[in-house]
């Protein structure tokens, strides 16, 4: 099972990046896909998830109303829109697969390398 993380840059702060995610190797028929972010000298955080079936989202509190996550089942491939970045954003983001929620925040499931985003004030 691969998860290959794209789109990561440098952007000014107020400008926007997408991110995509490839997922391949097996069906994800029941999981849920989520993005993380991890930045330097902070614990790892959930940025957003998605469910493969209904396409339900959630989003950390930090990221709401500038973040949008999606999937395209068809591809395999979660995406995340980043607007309205903001020198905190910064951090390595890393797509992740698993049964549910839980399990993801405990680093179970499928993880991708992580893409590093940049933002400069």
């Known amino acids: 099972v691969q998860l290959q993380a794209s789109g990561g840059g440098l952007v000014q702060a107020g400008g926007s990046l997408g991110l995509s995610c490839v997922a391949s190797g097996r069906t994800f028929g029941n999981y849920v896909m989520g993005w993380f972010r991890q930045a330097p000298g902070k614990e790892r955080e959930l940025v957003a998830t998605?469910?493969?079936?209904?396409?339900?989202?959630k989003y950390a509190d930090s990221v709401k109303g500038r973040f949008t996550i999606s999937s395209d089942n068809a591809k395999n491939t979660v995406y995340l829109q980043m607007n309205s970045l903001k020198p905190e954003d910064t951090a390595v983001y890393l797509c992740a697969a698993a049964p549910g929620v839980p399990a993801m925040q405990s680093g179970l499931g499928y993880w991708g390398q992580g893409t590093l985003v940049t933002v400069s004030s």
């Open positions: 998605i469910s493969w079936v209904g396409g339900f989202t």
